[in-house]
């Protein structure tokens, strides 16, 4: 297409046609994570594939990153900019205990967080974050957040490439939307953690970015306990 435009245009000549070069600082690696919580516990969730377009770099690559025993950060988006924000933030957590002689709180680390990514809302770090952790009160909490660093407390909440998928199904299975006659109960962890498998089984039939193994982390007042649960590998 190009060489016969050229030869329309300078039939004659040897004059080459310009060329544009483009860069682009990101790239989507794809994966999904989804965080519960419920009175007493947090789960955060994120499969371990990490791919960018029809190639898989790895299958192997937790999208959950531990920052302090009861509050875990699941990211997606570019790997490159996940490390970054993550290395920051176990920076500035291990300086906040120098300083202060104890351990961050899960509302202070959401708070932290709001603020790194408002400081680069010029060059925003390209990543999908889900906060999860035990607050204060004891209670779970999960944190989720725009690149620029508006965040939003929720009980659950979906993220990444799949989360246009998972999130409708969330809205009906915990937050029980859509529904006439049914009784609200108290959600447990045993029944968060089935559902998280399922909407995480569902995800790998629709998005080809989503896939390979899920690794789970649940947190209570005791700490944080990790478990890992087969996905499709295709």
């Given at each position: 297409?190009?060489?016969?435009?050229?030869?329309?245009?300078?039939?004659?000549?040897g004059v080459e046609l310009p060329v544009a070069h483009r860069f682009d600082p990101y790239t989507l690696n794809?994966?999904?994570?989804?965080?519960?919580?419920g009175d007493n516990f947090a789960i955060v969730a994120g499969d371990t594939r990490l791919s960018e377009g029809f190639m898989i770099h790895s299958r192997d690559t937790s999208k959950i990153y531990k920052l302090t025993q009861k509050t875990f950060l699941?990211?997606?988006?570019?790997?490159?900019?996940?490390?970054?924000?993550t290395r920051l933030l176990n920076a500035r957590l291990t300086m906040y205990e120098f300083e202060h002689r104890k351990k961050m709180s899960a509302t202070a680390i959401a708070q932290m967080l709001s603020t790194v990514l408002y400081y680069r809302r010029f060059f925003p770090y390209y990543t999908f974050n889900i906060l999860a952790g035990i607050d204060n009160d004891g209670k779970g909490c999960i944190y989720s957040y725009d690149a620029i660093g508006n965040y939003e407390k929720h009980t659950y909440h979906a993220s990444g490439t799949a989360s246009s998928m998972l999130q409708p199904l969330l809205d009906n299975q915990v937050?029980?939307?859509?529904?006439?006659?049914?009784?609200?109960?108290p959600l447990t962890i045993e029944k968060a953690t089935t559902?998280?498998?399922?909407?995480?089984?569902?995800?790998?039939?629709?998005?080809m970015f989503t896939g390979d193994s899920l690794h789970i982390v649940t947190i209570t007042a005791d700490g944080a306990q990790e478990d890992h649960f087969p996905l499709r590998r295709d």
């Open positions: 297409m190009a060489a016969d435009l050229k030869k329309r245009m300078y039939p004659d000549s794809g994966g999904t994570v989804v965080g519960i919580a699941g990211t997606s988006g570019f790997q490159g900019d996940v490390l970054t924000l937050g029980y939307m859509n529904q006439e006659g049914v009784r609200r109960v559902l998280i498998k399922d909407v995480f089984i569902s995800a790998t039939e629709r998005d």
